[in-house]
C-alpha cells in the first residue's frame, strides 16, 4: 500500500528552525516528484516546494530563500528545511507525490498521494 508519513513539526519561535519529513512506503520515491504544500486556518491549500526526480526544484515567492526542499532516494525520504520560520508559516504542511517524475511544479491537482499532514506553528 503506497503511504507517505510527514514528520518533524511543531511549535517553534519566529527566527527558527524546523524540518520536515516525507517518509514513504510502498513506492520507491525516485520515481516520482514529490512536493510540500500547506493550508493554513481559513485559507486554501497552496504549494511550498516540489522536487522532481531529477532533482530540479521550485519555490514559492514566500519561502524562497528561506525552505530548501531536499531528497534522500537511499532513505525514500524527501525533506523541508525551514529556517527563519515566520508567524505567517503556521500551517499544516503536507507532502504529495505525482506519477509524473519530471514535474518540478506544484500543481497540486497533478500530485495523487497524500499524507497525512504535521502541524507547524510559528509563535512566541
Known amino acids: 500500500q503506497l503511504q507517505l508519513v510527514e514528520s518533524g513539526g511543531g511549535l517553534v519561535q519566529p527566527g527558527g528552525s524546523l524540518r520536515l519529513s516525507c517518509a514513504a512506503s510502498?513506492?520507491?520515491?525516485?520515481?516520482?516528484?514529490i512536493g510540500w504544500f500547506r493550508q493554513a486556518p481559513g485559507k486554501e491549500r497552496e504549494g511550498v516546494s516540489c522536487?522532481?526526480?531529477?532533482?530540479?526544484?521550485n519555490y514559492a515567492d514566500s519561502v524562497k530563500g528561506r525552505f530548501t526542499i531536499s531528497r534522500d532516494n537511499a532513505k525514500n525520504t524527501v525533506y523541508l528545511q525551514m529556517n527563519s520560520l515566520k508567524p505567517e508559516d503556521t500551517a499544516v504542511y503536507y507532502c504529495?507525490?505525482?506519477?509524473?517524475?519530471?514535474?518540478?511544479?506544484?500543481?497540486?491537482?497533478?500530485?495523487?498521494?497524500w499524507g497525512q499532514g504535521t502541524q507547524v506553528t510559528v509563535s512566541s
Open positions: 522536487i522532481n526526480s531529477g532533482g530540479s526544484r
Open positions: 510502498g513506492f520507491t520515491l525516485d520515481y516520482y516528484a
Open positions: 504529495a507525490a505525482d506519477p509524473y517524475p519530471i514535474q518540478a511544479m506544484c500543481v497540486m491537482t497533478d500530485y495523487d498521494y
